[in-house]
């Protein structure tokens, strides 16, 4: 099959938005009290960790990150064709009154953020939920919007979007893969 | 991946890679019984029949229990209160069950191989919860998960099992699952209860437990199953536990970190002093614990999870 593949952020682009989504977060909220990053396994992690020391690194405090896997969650879950090996949640406190930013790689369909608010709800009883990802590629299938987004990245159906985040920040990139 | 299969009967017939797959998916499900709200919606919907035809409290409890966390509705039968005693077949009541359509059937039976029975006669998945002395698939995955989460690994571990191991299906499912994962497996316990053949298994055989004991960094002990025996296999409990019980000064001769597995119900003083059962060795109560996740594993495979 004839696969093109087209770089649409490198790293320095992916770091810049990261910067102006932390500067934003920390405007909407007035500081980091209450503040809680939930990173959705397994793209939003790395993001939900770089926003989290951003912001941190900018306000001297440490801010609590957690881990989000919504398998469980899914509306097709015994459905065929997912891919998914089932993987640990982590949440480091209880999510009443706290105000969550909930983390994703991609926002797409919409299916997993709403699998997600479902997810967190059974952790408490959040003040609010804000969704921050690094791409929205449009094509939602639920009424839900993100609240931060790196980059709007208007895709075909039949595209496939990848990014590419690294511990050791090494190679860092978002492309789009044409099938 | 996904769990290949329609029932869970046995360890005998599971691959290192099914294990290995049960276990990791049994990790991830630890922590939902951690939760204040101790539920997932995955299995709404779906309905699981514990059939037990013989006494069980902890089997029976951490499958409704593993079932009832992932939103499944949980039914239990026990033979004593149910149309059994009126003189229905196995079959009959495995059909009218059936008829009912439940997804998942977990079945505990006094006679090895009846859960295989009804595997083939029904359409749904089958899970052996303890066939007689034949095979006990989830103890062994637990006790599995166990072994893992606390030494790390199972590969090349010393694992020694003592007592009655003649009518211990928990010993046989552990034995063909820590061959497989590569566990050295020595089982001890007096001549009587030592099955003929169970070398065959790839087990080394010891009558004398300070030996079966030495540099061993797993011990499992098991219970005397005296609803099982029909005859006297030794002079005395007191005998018995004179040779066979794990106690402070026995427990020296194994590795110093060495882990303490016990399936339940603990017969206090007979097979385990009370020191060692409640001591910092003894992993007995997260067995428990890992049962949950184990049974929830397996019920989210069995329904198409991956």
Known sequence: MNTKKRVVMDADKIERSIMRISYEILEDH?????????????????????????????????????????????????????????????????????????????????????????????????????????????????????????????????????????????????VVIEN | MKLVRKDVLGIADFSVEEINLVLDIAGSFKEISQRPIKKVPTLRGSTVINLFYEPSTRTRTSFEIAAKRLSADAINISASTSSVVKGETLMDTAKTLESMNPDIIVMRHA??????????????????????????????????????????YIRGLAVTIVGDIAHSRVAR??????????????????????????????????????????RADVIMMLRMQFERQNKATFPSLREYASQYCLNADNIRLAKEDVLVMHPGPINRGIEIAPDIADGPHSAILEQVSNGVAVRMALLYLLAGGQ
């Open chain 2, 173 to 214: 499912s552990n034995i063909y699952g820590l061959a497989k994962m590569g566990a050295k497996v020595t089982v001890c316990g007096p001549a009587m209860l030592l099955p003929y053949g169970i070398g065959r298994m790839g087990v080394r055989v010891e009558t004398n437990m300070r030996k079966a004991l030495e």
């Open chain 1, 30 to 174: 007035k500081g980091v009290t209450d503040l809680i990053f939930i990173g959705i396994r397994s793209g939003g992690i790395l993001l939900a960790k770089r926003l989290s020391e951003r912001i941190s690194r900018i306000e001297g405090k440490a801010i609590p990150t957690g881990i989000l896997d919504i398998n469980l969650y899914r509306d097709d879950v015994m459905m065929a064709g997912g891919k998914r090996k089932l993987g640990e949640t982590h949440i480091p406190c209880c999510l009443d009154n706290k105000k969550v930013i909930l983390v994703d790689d991609v926002i797409f369909t919409g299916r997993t953020i709403r699998a997600a608010m479902d997810a967190l709800m059974d952790f408490g009883r959040p003040k609010i939920i804000r969704l921050a990802v690094l791409i929205d590629r449009g094509h939602r299938e639920l009424p839900i919007r993100p609240d931060y987004v790196g980059e709007n990245l208007p895709s075909s159906l039949w595209e496939e979007v990848n990014v590419t985040l690294t511990e050791a920040k090494a190679h860092e990139e978002v």
């Open chain 2, 111 to 152: 006679c090895a191989g009846a859960p295989h029975i009804l595997a083939k006669l029904l359409k749904q998945s089958i899970i052996n919860a303890g066939d007689g002395a034949h095979e006990h698939p989830t103890q062994a995955l637990l006790d599995m998960l166990t072994i893992r989460d606390k030494m790390g």
